[in-house]
């Protein structure tokens, strides 16, 4: 089984200073690895994937995320965060082989004070 | 190019009532998806489907059941409502090509209140 943790429901920054979402993971396998972002009453955005080679994944709005084996985690970053990217992140999994499904995490609120 | 949408937005439904919520998609993809969306629980899989003609259960199936008559078309049903079933539905689309490292496309949802 797969399964992913976000372990803070909440993550609050100001404007301008640095964001750490984190996310671990669970698999019996290589990962695939997502973050995807959802504002107020709007579906699900993609945002960035890991799926091999450079452990730092670059993606839209200027967030990246780091893949650590070792630590088995996927934390989403940006250096200097924006009101406007307060929203729920979700952190989401698969397996490279055969046919799975996406698990996602429960969800990281995040608000961005100015 | 609309992408996903999915109609209704938003429905009322009292205990035992039955209703379909219709997923289509424009960006002629395999895989699409029904989740469901509940606080603090994130999102989880009710159905899928790897091509027309096809479906299979996701982690919550029960209580609902899906058709994928046509490959734009996506229809989530559930025969008899209950309060457990208010929720918010997502339907998402993946192009198969990538898989397994594809995107997938939501919709904006509907919220759905069993009454």
């Known amino acids: 089984a797969q399964s992913v943790a976000q372990p803070e429901d909440q993550v609050n920054v100001a404007e301008g200073n640095p964001l750490t979402v984190k996310c671990t993971y669970s698999v019996s396998g290589n990962p695939y690895l997502f973050w995807y972002v959802q504002y107020p009453n709007r579906g699900l955005q993609f945002l960035l994937k890991y799926i091999t080679g450079d452990n730092l994944v670059k993606g839209s709005y200027g967030f990246e995320a780091e893949f650590n084996k070792s630590q088995t985690s996927f934390h989403l970053k940006k250096p200097s965060a924006l009101v406007s990217d307060s929203a729920l992140y979700f952190c989401a999994v698969r397996l490279d082989v055969g046919y799975s499904t996406l698990t996602f995490g429960k969800g990281t609120m995040l608000l961005v004070s100015p | 190019n609309a992408g996903v949408t999915q109609t209704p937005k938003f429905r009322v439904l009292k205990t035992g009532q039955s209703m379909t919520l219709l997923c289509a998609q424009d960006m002629n993809h395999e895989y699409m998806y029904w989740y469901r969306q509940d606080p603090g629980m994130g999102l989880r899989l009710i159905h899928y489907s790897v091509g027309e003609g096809t479906t299979a259960k996701g982690e919550v199936p029960d209580g609902y059941n899906v058709s994928r008559l046509k490959k734009q078309n996506f229809l989530l049903g559930l025969e008899s409502a209950a309060p457990s079933q208010t929720s918010v539905y997502f339907c998402?689309?993946?192009?198969?090509?990538?898989?397994?490292?594809?995107?997938?496309?939501f919709g904006p949802g509907t919220r759905l209140l069993v009454l």
């Open positions: 998402a689309s993946s192009n198969s090509q990538h898989y397994p490292q594809e995107t997938q496309y």
